[in-house]
């Protein structure tokens, strides 16, 4: 049980490790109001209503603003992971001492149980006293 609880903790701290230090970005397309498009690494795709690139406003003879717009979500991951203990006072380091010397204590295995009696036979009944004598316990 604790071999299993070791490795299923190593891999919860590992997959902490892995999802802080990622960074990633999430791309959006709006039209109007609604969500068309969402990529996570990629370029969201229009819904085809998007304006043509031209060198002035002028040569569209557009007044209306455009109806669509793209968002972008940066999700920043964790650059440095390097910790030292000497950066923790004396009073952090002995807490965190004694807290995981009592949390290793606590799940202490149960002592194995021994029964003296486990290899003993009990001898062979040729009469039942009991039925004999009638003498019954009530």
Same mark, same amino acid.
């Not at 040569?59 to 650059?79: A, F, H, M, Y």
């Given at each position: 049980?604790?071999?299993?609880?070791?490795?299923?903790?190593?891999?919860?701290?590992?997959?902490?490790?892995?999802?802080?230090?990622?960074?990633?970005?999430?791309?959006?397309?709006?039209?109007?109001?609604?969500?068309?498009?969402?990529?996570?690494?990629?370029?969201?795709?229009?819904?085809?209503?998007?304006?043509?690139?031209? %060198?002035?406003?002028? /040569?569209?003879?557009?007044? #209306?603003?455009?109806?669509?717009? =793209?968002?972008? *979500?940066?999700? +920043?991951?964790?650059?440095?992971?390097?910790?030292?203990?000497?950066?923790?006072?004396?009073?952090?380091?002995?807490?965190?001492?004694?807290?995981?010397?009592?949390?290793?204590?606590?799940?202490? %295995?149960?002592?194995? /149980?021994?029964?003296?009696? #486990?290899?003993?036979?009990?001898? =062979?009944?040729? *009469?039942?006293? +009991?039925?004999?004598?009638?003498?019954?316990?009530?």
């Amino acid at each position: 049980m604790k071999v299993f609880l070791h490795r299923i903790m190593s891999v919860v701290m590992a997959m902490v490790v892995l999802f802080s230090t990622t960074s990633f970005t999430i791309n959006m397309h709006y039209c109007g109001d609604s969500l068309v498009d969402m990529k996570i690494y990629k370029e969201a795709e229009g819904c085809g209503m998007e304006m043509p690139l031209a %060198s002035s406003i002028s /040569e569209l003879n557009i007044s #209306k603003t455009p109806c669509c717009k =793209n968002e972008q *979500i940066l999700v +920043q991951g964790q650059d440095e992971l390097q910790t030292s203990i000497k950066n923790f006072n004396l009073d952090v380091q002995f807490s965190a001492v004694s807290a995981v010397y009592s949390y290793l204590n606590l799940f202490e %295995s149960l002592p194995k /149980e021994i029964i003296p009696f #486990k290899d003993y036979s009990p001898p =062979n009944l040729v *009469i039942d006293i +009991q039925v004999l004598d009638q003498v019954f316990i009530i």
